[in-house]
Each structure stands twice: as structure tokens, then as C-alpha cells.
């Protein structure tokens, strides 16, 4: 299974607001610099976790960005889920329909490991990735401005 770049820079800026305690908040700007990534694709990222409800921001002189109570606690399972969507793994439609859709069984064991990947993420919490060694490297990737 592999996600996409745009889960994997929504869970990257999750990880670094959750290593922050509250009092400092970091703009998108700070957070795609620390991370070596594009500010435009970290704004999307980051629009869709505030939909989510994953994180907060605040407006203003001292504003930025924040991760909820409820983010802290999400499962990385259903983060993952709501990032990636319900795609599946193969896809048998489209312009020319796979000739085997009505009697392949690939597509269902994909599927059920699939279902089965994101299972095994189901248990951990936002920050369960956070724990050390991850937490100090974390708050190494840039910070507020001083």
C-alpha cells in the first residue's frame, strides 16, 4: 500500500504541531519550510485538516496554527482513511473495464488488505507518533520566530 504525497505532507504537519505545547503556534509557512516542502501543497494539506477539525487557526498578529484536543487524540487509521479517501487499490473500471470484474478475486483481497493496513494503524493516536525519539527531532525542523 502506498499513500499519497498529500497524506504524507498532512501527517508530516500533524506530527510537528502535535511536538508543540500549545503557547507557540506555527504558520504554514514555518511548517512547510521545516518539512522541505512546497508551501502551495502544504496549504491544501493543511485547509483539509482544519475541515477535518484536526487543527485550528488563529488570526492575527500571534496566530497560527494549532492542533485540537481531538486531533491529539485521532487515530491514525481514520486520519488516513479521511486523507486518502475510499479509493480503491486497483481499479477495474474506466475507459476499457478490466475483462476478469465480474469474476476476479484480486480486487477483493486487495481490498481486505487494504482494510486490513489501515486496521493496523487503527490503534495509534496522533501522539503515539510523536513519542520519543520523533518528538525531539521534531521540534529541531524550525519553530516560531524567536
Known sequence: MRLTRYTDLALRAVMRLAVMDGEELLTTRQIADGMNVPYTHMTKAI??????????ARRGRNGGLS??????????????????????????EGEQACPLAGAC??????????????????????DDLV?????????????PPG
Open 67 to 92: 492542533l485540537t484536543p481531538a486531533g491529539r487524540r485521532t487515530g491514525v487509521g481514520e486520519l488516513v482513511r479521511a486523507l486518502e479517501g475510499d479509493r480503491e487499490v486497483v481499479t477495474c
Open 105 to 126: 478475486r484480486l480486487r477483493h483481497a486487495l481490498r481486505r488488505a487494504q482494510d486490513a493496513f489501515y486496521a493496523s494503524l487503527d490503534h495509534l493516536t496522533v
Open 131 to 143: 513519542a520519543s525519539p520523533t518528538g525531539p527531532v521534531l521540534l529541531a525542523l524550525g519553530g
Open 47 to 56: 485547509a483539509h485538516l482544519q475541515h477535518l477539525g484536526v487543527i485550528e
